[in-house]
T-cell receptor, first 112, second 112 residues
Framework: GQQVMQIPQYQHVQEGEDFTTYCNSSTTLSNIQWYKQRPGGHPVFLIQLVKSGEVKKQKRLTFQFGEAKKNSSLHITATQTTDVGTYFC????????????FGKGTKLSVIP | KAGVTQTPRYLIKTRGQQVTLSCSPI?????VSWYQQTPGQGLQFLFEYFSETQRNKGNFPGRFSGRQFSNSRSEMNVSTLELGDSALYLC???????????FGSGTRLTVV
């Protein structure tokens, strides 16, 4: 089945530093979604990317979808303690599929 | 509008017992998916239901089953519990085949 690899597994940053997590697939993805899970919480949908080369921004968060639609990244500028959590990428098994395959996630710790 | 509601929040069961978890999706969302989350394996897809029909199934043994009712509420059942079934079980709903999923707070199952 479809697999998405996510790196790094953990990231510790000083507050104010930038953070990036990467998601890679060996197959072309129809779209990719990003979720954030706070400690003790549940995944919360952040964004979906559909088009090749797409870039979307949400305040300090920048999401990119690769030109070949095989990779994606989430970049956070000037991290804050509220950014703490695990960030997951997820891809549908195919266009129109309702099955999401999640990456293992990147756990972000922010040192104040 | 109300979010995805999962009950119970916490559950402790003994090996060999069975358990039923419940999920009420967001009103109007007809697709309900279930995921198992463990520290080692991350988020793993169990199954997805739409209009009372199971459309997708993940790679889990037959001890894991589910169903969906005409009001879109869903239940999942795990029979003959094993210690390794201890996990956070998450339910998610979505309106269509595109777009993000809304997750419930999950049911934390501990098998002793």
């Amino acid at each position: 089945g479809q697999q998405v690899m996510q790196i790094p597994q953990y990231q510790h940053v000083q507050e104010g530093e930038d953070f990036t997590t990467y998601c890679n697939s060996s197959t072309t993805l129809s779209n990719i979604q990003w979720y954030k899970q706070r400690p003790g919480g549940h995944p919360v949908f952040l964004i979906q990317l559909v088009k090749s080369g797409e870039v979307k921004k949400q305040k300090r968060l920048t999401f990119q979808f690769g030109e070949a639609k095989k990779n994606s990244s989430l970049h956070i500028t000037a991290t804050q303690t509220t950014d703490v959590g695990t960030y997951f990428c997820a891809a549908r098994s195919g266009a129109g599929s309702y099955q999401l395959t999640f990456g293992k996630g990147t756990k972000l710790s922010v040192i104040p | 509008k109300a979010g995805v509601t999962q009950t119970p929040r916490y559950l402790i069961k003994t090996r060999g017992q069975q358990v039923t978890l419940s999920c009420s999706p967001i009103s109007g969302h007809r697709s309900v998916s279930w995921y198992q989350q463990t520290p080692g394996q991350g988020l793993q897809f169990l199954f997805e239901y739409f209009s009372e029909t199971q459309r997708n199934k993940g790679n889990f043994p037959g001890r894991f089953s589910g169903r969906q009712f005409s009001n879109s509420r869903s239940e999942m059942n795990v029979s003959t519990l094993e210690l390794g079934d201890s996990a956070l079980y998450l339910c998610a709903s979505t309106q269509g085949s595109e777009g993000g999923y809304t997750f419930g707070s999950g049911t934390r199952l501990t098998v002793v």
